[in-house]
């Protein structure tokens, strides 16, 4: 979500962090307040390499990801009670 200070790299496992600990503490009350009471769930990921950000790879098309979807919906009517809606009706 955010870099956890101002330079950006406190949580980096490839480059050090160059702020003192005063400077992301400030940094990390001036984010913190308004903007995290607004947001739900909070997770923190490695940060990636360009090349893998980069990288060409297949995808799954709407077809498969439609009949996996549907196929979801069917067991979870089968688990719930049929009066109960998941979504608009079908």
Do not use: F, W
Request: aromatic share 4%; charged share 30%.
């Amino acid at each position: 979500m955010h870099q956890g200070c101002p330079c950006g790299y406190y949580t980096d496992s490839r480059k050090a962090c160059k702020c003192s600990p005063g400077k992301i503490q400030n940094y990390m009350n001036k984010i913190s307040g308004p903007l995290l009471d607004r947001i739900d769930i909070h997770i923190e990921l490695p940060a990636l390499k360009y090349k893998e950000l980069s990288q060409r790879e297949e995808n799954e098309s709407s077809d498969i990801i439609k009949a996996r979807v549907e196929k979801a919906r069917v067991i979870q009517r089968q688990r719930l009670n049929p009066k109960v809606s998941l979504t608009m009706p079908r």
